[in-house]
C-alpha cells in the first residue's frame, strides 16, 4: 500500500534554511504536498506539486520533486520562528482520492 | 478565505457512548473527509464522501463509524459506541477543484 515516510525532528537557527525530506513508495502519485501544523491547529495546505514537476518555488518555499526515487523535499529560506511546526509530507493520486500522510517533521528554530 | 469549520474544538465522552462530530466544509466543495490522528502518529484517512455517498473508505471506518450530510451544510461523523482506541484529533477536510485539500481545525476526542 502507500507509504510515506519523513524524519521525526529538524532544529535549525534562524535566519539559516531548513530542508525537511520525505520519501514515498505510491508510483501513482501524482500530486505531492506539504502541510503545515502549528501547535492546536489544522492542517495548513503550504504547497504542492504535480508529479510531472521537479520544481516549484514560492516565496520562501522551495518543493524539489525527485520521481525516480520517489523524494520529495521542502525548502524554507531564511527560516524564522514563526515557522516553528510540524511539516507534514502527503501524497495523493489525484481525482478526489483519499491523500495520504507522513507522521509529520517537527521543526525547531532556534533564535 | 472560505474556511472549513468543526464543532466542537474538543469532547469528552465516555466509553460505549456515541458522539456526533460536526463539520461545515467549504461552501462550493463536493468532496468531503474525515481524517484522525492518534497522539504521536500519522494522520489517517478514515472516509470520502460525495453526491450522498461514501466513496472511500479505510479498514479503520468500520461499523461503529458513519458520516452523514444532513443538509446542504453540515457534514457529520458519528461514532456509535465509542472506546478508548477512539481518542483522537479528528479532522474534516474538503475538495473542490482536484487537488488542494482543506482541513478544518480538528475536534480532539477523548474518551474516558
Known amino acids: 500500500g502507500e507509504d510515506v515516510e519523513q524524519s521525526l525532528f529538524l532544529s535549525v537557527r534562524e535566519g539559516d534554511s531548513s530542508v525537511i525530506n520525505c520519501t514515498y513508495t505510491?508510483?501513482?502519485?501524482?500530486?505531492l504536498y506539504w502541510y503545515k501544523q502549528e501547535p492546536g491547529a489544522g492542517l495548513q495546505l503550504l504547497t504542492y506539486?504535480?508529479?510531472?514537476?521537479d520544481m516549484k518555488q514560492d516565496q520562501r518555499l522551495t518543493v524539489l520533486l525527485n520521481k525516480k526515487d520517489k523524494h520529495l523535499s521542502l525548502r524554507i529560506a531564511d527560516t524564522q520562528t514563526g515557522d516553528s511546526a510540524i511539516y507534514f509530507c502527503?501524497?495523493?493520486?489525484?481525482?478526489?482520492?483519499?491523500?495520504?500522510f507522513g507522521i509529520g517533521t517537527k521543526l525547531q528554530v532556534i533564535p | 478565505e472560505p474556511e472549513v469549520t468543526q464543532t466542537p474544538s474538543h469532547q469528552v465522552t465516555q466509553m460505549g457512548q456515541e458522539v456526533i462530530l460536526r463539520c461545515v466544509p467549504i461552501?462550493?466543495?463536493?468532496?468531503f473527509y474525515w481524517y484522525r490522528q492518534i497522539l504521536g502518529q500519522k494522520v489517517e484517512f478514515l472516509v470520502s464522501f460525495y453526491n450522498n455517498e461514501i466513496s472511500e473508505k479505510s479498514e479503520i471506518f468500520d461499523d461503529q463509524f458513519s458520516v452523514e450530510r444532513p443538509d446542504g451544510s453540515n457534514f457529520t461523523l458519528k461514532i456509535r459506541s465509542t472506546k478508548l482506541e477512539d481518542s483522537a484529533m479528528y479532522f474534516c477536510?474538503?475538495?473542490?477543484?482536484?487537488?488542494?485539500?482543506?482541513f478544518g481545525s480538528g475536534t480532539q476526542l477523548s474518551v474516558l
Open positions: 505510491d508510483s501513482s502519485s501524482t500530486y
Open positions: 461552501s462550493n466543495h463536493l468532496y
Open positions: 506539486i504535480f508529479s510531472n514537476m
Open positions: 477536510a474538503s475538495m473542490g477543484g482536484g487537488e488542494k485539500l482543506f
Open positions: 502527503a501524497e495523493s493520486p489525484g481525482g478526489y482520492q483519499k491523500v495520504t
